[in-house]
């Protein structure tokens, strides 16, 4: 069965055509960010505008002398204005193909990138999703029955990552940018020590992360520590979310003995964060299979939405999909 997923939380427009769940057909993103680089993050009014500019030709693109049976559509969560332009966009799709359409919780769906593979995860599975909203650590113990182990009490992963590029003077989106001048600091050094940051609650014996002290923990350094390069501030803070996120993620693993470890959403591009997840793995001999996907599956897709409207074929009526911005990764779309 061939899907067409579509994708409009934020401020990407994206179309993908994925075969039986797990093989891409077609995949197309277009992204608004170099429009809000230019405000330093996302104004929600102008992404809503953006994708109204952008959803016909996406669609069109991805499914350009293709031929599909059903449609997959993000529901929520993300900007309201957003999610709407592709939900009743998608909705207008199915009345007048008659194809059936399945709403998507894009949360769940990003850890769905993970099985678009000849080869896909195996269950129980442990997923990490790190992106610029949330930070949620689930098990998956079927494709139906999800558990929240932990999350974020405060700000994301993600959001950490472009707060604190902002203070640095970091083009939008931080975490790419905190990565490349990273990158350029680790690659100079041979195992530098980076100790510069807090790690909070990482030995809190749960899985709960705070990452919002950061912010501040970073303007004062770079307020009181005007020698310190940029290059190093940057490791540094990468450091201290990669860290945590290890910490919490493998101390899960330890108690939880899934079969596999999924990381997803934008942050599981960070190639230090996947880097030190095999690291410690590997000194630590945990038996886990380790899954990321490729880049371009970990920032916001719709190979994703289709791929786990695939596994989870549950579609409405077209006239009973509705956008619900506050979703959670355990809520059903
Ligand atoms: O999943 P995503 O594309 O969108 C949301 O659903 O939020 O995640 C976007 C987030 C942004 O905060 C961005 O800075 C971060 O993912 N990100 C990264 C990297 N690439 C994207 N963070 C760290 N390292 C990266 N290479
Ligand atoms: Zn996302």
Partial sequence: MRILGIETSCDETAA???????????????????????????????????????????????????????????????????LLVGVETAKTLAYLSKKPIVPVNHLTAHVYSNWISENPPVFPALALVVSGGHTDLVLMKNHEKILWIGGTRDDAAGEAFDKTARL?????????????????YLSRLHNPQLRMFPRPMINKNNFDFSFSGLKT???????????????????????????????????????????????????????RLREKFKKTIKSQSLIID???????????????????AYFNFKPLPWNRITANAELTITDKA
């Fill in 290 to 308: 380790l899954r990321f996907p490729p880049e371009i599956l970990c920032t916001d897709n719709a190979a994703c939405i289709a791929s786990y």
């Fill in 168 to 184: 640095l003077q970091l083009p939008y989106p931080g975490g790419p940018s905190i990565a490349k001048e990273a990158n350029k």
């Fill in 217 to 271: 923990a970073v303007l004062r350094g770079v307020n009181t520590q005007q020698r310190v390069s940029k290059q190093r501030l940057a490791a540094e803070i990468q450091e201290a979310i990669v860290d945590v996120l290890v910490r919490k993620a493998l101390d899960a693993v330890k108690k939880i003995k899934p079969k596999s470890l999924l990381l997803a959403g934008g942050v599981s591009a960070n190639s």
């Fill in 16 to 82: 993908a055509i994925v075969e039986n769940g797990t093989e891409v057909i077609s995949n197309i993103v277009a992204s608004s960010s170099e429009m809000h680089a230019k405000t330093g993050g996302v104004i929600p009014e102008q992404a809503a505008r953006q994708q109204i500019v952008s959803i016909l030709p996406v669609i069109s693109e991805a499914s350009k002398s293709k031929t599909f049976d059903a449609i997959a559509v993000t529901v929520g969560p993300g900007l309201i204005g957003s």
